[in-house]
């Protein structure tokens, strides 16, 4: 299990050179760190299935996650969540009767 202070590390000798090309095209060059920042996001969203979001976003309403780390496995999900959450509480809180024809 990682630590806070663990650094996140990977073979990518490859993917080194490829930084290093498009580094040297672009004036004023890249920032490597902010881009293997974005991508790790991303990532780290895609790698998630529905059921394990959703769990995260319970964990988040009873304060087991901080904002920051909600912000970055949820992003927009986070949002469109709570959205759903809230149309179906709304939903719930409907007067039925009449509603199904007898």
Do not use: C, W
């Not at 060059?29 to 990532?43: F, H, P, T, V």
């Not at 009873?62 to 912000?71: F, H, I, R």
């Not at 469109?80 to 509603?99: Q, Y």
């Amino acid at each position: 299990m990682a630590a806070n202070n663990d650094k996140i590390q990977f073979r990518g000798k490859a993917e080194k050179e490829a930084t290093q090309v498009v580094d040297q095209m672009r004036l004023g060059g890249i920032n490597i760190s902010e881009l293997a920042r974005q991508g790790l996001r991303e990532k780290l969203r895609e790698a998630l299935s529905d059921e394990e979001m959703i769990t995260l976003h319970q964990r988040y309403n009873q304060g087991e996650l901080s904002d920051e780390v909600a912000e970055i496995l949820l992003d927009d999900a986070l949002e469109e969540i709570e959205r759903e959450r809230k149309t179906f509480e709304e939903a719930a809180e409907l007067d039925r009767p009449g509603v199904f024809q007898e």
